[in-house]
């Protein structure tokens, strides 16, 4: 069993696949990727059920949370990513699709680039080590969202739960209001973050430790170096080529920002006497541990652990059965919040319940 569940942390590489399947098998094989996703890893997940076991604290994770190959994986990726972007590129610069074959196609890669790659950037940018960071900034880049790493890091983790942080959605707010309050919010959240940094340590904007410019700039420049790249391979101007590339970045965050939605839908820290909130622990985040879901995203569902000690490795992250649990996995959530009505009704009871049995008791 163990073996398996080691293996299982490769089947993200599954995704990109069925996108490359799908542009050579064609048509509506295009839409494979979207109904593996969304049809299929639900199905799975509730044959499987869930993963509530945890590994041993004083033998097993000593030895899994420094194993090399579970961070070879994301290291793949991160590499992976890049090229496959570039692959999806060149498809749209020189392929000739139908309407719905480009529409499979692009939410293909959206999941590729945002569900997947976005996640392992998220597992990445935690670390201290540079060649980690240097792949989570590398993820990022492709699909516009390098100021992430601040604004998570620095704001996120700090603010969650709390009115303060842009990225906790609030009770009875939709998903797309809660889209434009991350999206918008966290981007100047980020250049605040930043700017505070550099008047600490004096430093002026035009710095090089002022990392909101480059990651500004940063996918600007790969999207012009593509642009110009398959511009002169093809001897004339693509406008297709940066279309295509906003396009997937804004699909690929928006896929973030939908995860982003679901894992602290309505919670919210207690405050205390002094003005400021209680420790974040593993009471603060929606809790999923569904075993197949959970091997596509890298163990991110078991997001309570997560931002409760936001230093362990994916493969080490725990389950509590007194956090918030969610009914289903990342997949059928994601999709149950594109409809307001249909969330609300169904989230609001789990915290409900959650919050009498549970927090306020606690």
Not at 9 to 25: D, E, N, Q, R, T
Not at 205 to 210: A, K, R
Not at 266 to 290: C, D, F, M, P
Request: hydrophobic share 50%.
């Amino acid at each position: 069993m163990k073996i398996l569940k080691k293996i299982g942390f490769f089947s993200a590489f599954i995704m990109p696949s069925l996108v490359v399947l799908g542009i050579y098998l064609g048509g509506y094989w295009n839409f494979l990727t979207l109904a593996f996703t969304f049809a299929v890893i639900p199905l799975i997940d509730q044959i499987t059920g869930k993963d509530r076991k945890n590994l041993d604290e004083k033998t097993e994770v000593p030895l899994i949370s420094n194993e090399l190959y579970y961070r070879f994986i994301t290291y793949v990726w991160a590499f992976f990513q890049l090229g496959f972007v570039v692959w999806a590129t060149s498809i749209a610069a020189f392929k000739t699709l139908s309407t719905a074959e480009w529409i499979g196609f692009v939410s293909g890669v959206m999941i590729v680039t945002g569900g997947i790659g976005i996640t392992v950037a998220h597992e990445l940018g935690h670390k201290q080590d540079k060649f980690e960071l240097f792949c989570a900034k590398l993820i990022l880049m492709t699909v516009c969202y390098m100021h992430f790493i601040i604004e998570h890091n620095r704001g996120h983790h700090v603010h969650v739960a709390t009115p303060l942080d842009k990225a906790t959605s609030k009770k009875n707010q939709s998903f797309y209001a809660f889209w434009v309050q991350s999206v918008v919010g966290g981007y100047m959240s980020a250049w605040h973050i930043q700017m505070d940094i550099l008047r600490k340590k004096n430093l002026r904007f035009f710095s090089s430790e002022n990392e909101m410019l480059t990651f500004t700039i940063a996918p600007i420049l790969f999207m012009v170096a593509l642009t110009v790249g398959f511009s002169l391979y093809a001897g004339m101007f693509l406008w297709v080529v940066p279309v295509f590339f906003v396009v997937q970045s804004v699909l690929g965050f928006t896929m973030l920002e939908l995860v982003n939605y679901i894992e602290h839908y309505g919670i919210v820290r207690k405050q205390l006497e002094n003005g400021r909130y209680e420790r974040v622990t593993h009471l603060h985040s929606w809790n999923a541990s569904q075993m197949i879901s959970n091997f596509f995203l890298f163990q991110l569902q078991r997001h309570s652990d997560h931002h409760a000690n936001a230093s362990r490795r994916y493969q080490i992250l725990r389950h509590f059965d007194e956090s918030p649990q969610l009914p289903f996995g990342y997949p059928l959530m994601m999709v149950m919040s594109l409809v307001p009505p249909l969330w609300f009704k169904v989230m609001n009871k789990q915290l409900k319940d959650w919050e009498e049995k549970v927090y306020l008791a606690a």
